[in-house]
């Protein structure tokens, strides 16, 4: 099946700082989505982007898919912005099956 | 418009015993997926369920079940459940509307299960 990696592991930022989360996936996808995990578990939709470049606020993506890469960019980093953030993808045959990476632990000091 | 809700949000069970976990989709949503988080093996698709019917499924062994009831809520089963069942189960919805580019999945808050 398709595998998903995300890098760095953990990130460790001061506020205000900015950050490049990355997402390499092994296959051609229809479907590529970035979540945000928070402290009680949930996993809240960032980005819809199988391709091109999104932007929301502080956040944008760019989904390269000839190159099967993503990228995350957090500008300004806030407290809140910590958590576990996924990359989670679906092969063109998968029907509605994501499959996640690793996720990128961001721990943002004040 | 509501999103998606699980209950319970939290479970203890004892080896052996069995559970179910329930999910009500985002109203209008036909398709509905599971997913198992745990520390040693993050994020895996358990199955997913369109129109009342298994579409996908993941590698979890049959203790494992769901189902899908014609307004689209779904229950998962575990059964003779071992300690490594200790998880996060999340649930997820999309529209599924037959357009395979604009499917986002939506997750609902999850049901944190321990068993002892």
């Known amino acids: 099946g398709i595998q998903v990696e995300q890098s760095p592991p953990d990130l460790i930022l001061q506020e205000g700082a900015n950050s490049t989360l990355r997402c390499n996936f092994s296959?051609?996808?229809?479907?590529l989505q970035w979540f945000h995990q928070n402290p009680w578990g949930q996993l809240i939709n960032l980005f819809y982007?199988?391709?091109g470049t999104k932007q929301n606020g502080r956040l944008s993506a760019t989904t390269v898919a000839t190159e099967r890469y993503s990228l995350l960019y957090i500008s300004s980093s806030q407290t809140t912005d910590s958590g576990v953030y996924f990359c989670a993808v679906e092969g063109w045959n998968a029907g509605n099956m994501l499959t996640f990476g690793g996720g990128t632990r961001l721990m943002v000091k004040p | 418009k509501a999103g998606v809700t699980q209950t319970p949000r939290y479970l203890i069970k004892t080896r052996g015993q069995q559970v179910t976990l329930s999910c009500s989709p985002i109203s209008g949503h036909r398709s509905v997926s599971w997913y198992q988080q745990t520390p040693g093996q993050g994020l895996q698709f358990l199955f997913e369920?369109?129109?009342?019917?298994?579409?996908n499924k993941g590698n979890f062994p049959g203790r494992f079940s769901g189902r899908q009831f014609s307004n689209s809520r779904s229950e998962m089963n575990v059964s003779t459940l071992e300690l490594g069942d200790s998880a996060l189960y999340l649930c997820?919805?999309?529209?599924?509307?037959?357009?395979?580019?604009?499917?986002?999945?939506?997750f609902g808050p999850g049901t944190r299960l321990l068993v002892l």
């Open positions: 296959d051609s996808v229809n479907n």
């Open positions: 369920y369109f129109s009342e019917t298994q579409r």
């Open positions: 982007i199988p391709s």
């Open positions: 997820a919805s999309s529209l599924d509307s037959g357009l395979r580019f604009q499917e986002t999945q939506y």
